[in-house]
């Protein structure tokens, strides 16, 4: 299938943003989805983004979309300990088979630092 | 307010043998999937039901599996003959469907084939 890309690591300090980023293939795409995943844990959603969106704000997160790159970023600001886990970029698309199964990424691990 | 829950939370099992585990949706999701996760990788989709009939299953869901939604509300995947190769997280989700194709995940079963 296509592949959705992801950095693998990244560390900031407590206070500071932190910006993930995200590739994904699939044009067709319709939603776009950021969860986060603490260890031995199941997925917790964040935030999602229409494909006709360009960018989305809630709360500490910020979601921005470049369909022409496709290319979706999430900004946490004022990044806390608490914030530190795998944080998984998906996309899904209709199908009428699959209804709107998620094809993710391989998960960026964000390690808070005080 | 009930999420999406999985039983069991681990399972420890031989090669070879069968295990079950079930899946209770949120109340009135008409959609539900079933996903797999592996040591350092993102979900990846295996099945997926409206209701209760399974529509897609992903060429990851070898013979050996088989998953069932009888009345259209807890869904159970069985495994039979248990490989190694099976140990992984097994990740439910459901969404409301009819627009609403959010999906929202348990906390998933650890599988262990010894």
């Known amino acids: 299938g296509e592949d959705v890309e992801q950095s693998l690591f990244l560390s900031v300090r407590e206070g500071d943003s932190s910006v993930i980023n995200c590739t994904y293939t699939?044009?067709?795409?319709?939603?776009l989805y950021w969860y986060k995943q603490e260890p031995g844990a199941g997925l917790q959603l964040l935030t999602y983004?229409?494909?006709?969106?360009d960018m989305k704000q809630d709360q500490r997160l910020t979601v921005l979309l470049n369909k022409k790159d496709k290319h979706l970023s999430l900004r946490i600001a004022d990044t806390q300990t608490g914030d530190s886990a795998i944080y998984f970029c998906?996309?899904?698309?209709?199908?009428?088979?699959?209804?709107?199964?998620?094809?993710f990424g391989k998960g960026t691990s964000l390690l808070v630092t005080p | 307010d009930t999420g999406v829950s999985q039983d069991p939370r681990h399972k420890i099992t031989k090669r070879g043998q069968n295990v079950t585990f079930r899946c209770d949706p949120i109340?009135?999701?008409?959609?539900l999937y079933w996903y797999r996760q592996t040591l350092g990788q993102g979900p990846e989709f295996l099945t997926y039901?409206?209701?209760?009939?399974?529509?897609?299953k992903s060429r990851l869901l070898s013979d050996r599996f088989s998953a069932e939604r009888p009345k259209g509300s807890f869904s159970t995947l069985e495994i039979q003959r248990t490989e190694q190769g099976d140990s992984a997280m097994y990740l439910c989700?459901?969404?409301?469907?009819?627009?609403?194709?959010?999906?929202?995940f348990g906390p998933g079963t650890r599988l262990l084939v010894l």
């Open positions: 989700a459901s969404s409301l469907g009819v627009g609403e194709e959010t999906q929202y």
């Open positions: 699939d044009s067709s795409s319709t939603y």
């Open positions: 983004i229409f494909s006709n969106m």
């Open positions: 998906a996309e899904s698309r209709s199908n009428s088979n699959s209804g709107y199964a998620l094809n």
């Open positions: 109340s009135e999701h008409n959609r």
């Open positions: 039901f409206q209701n209760e009939a399974q529509l897609e």
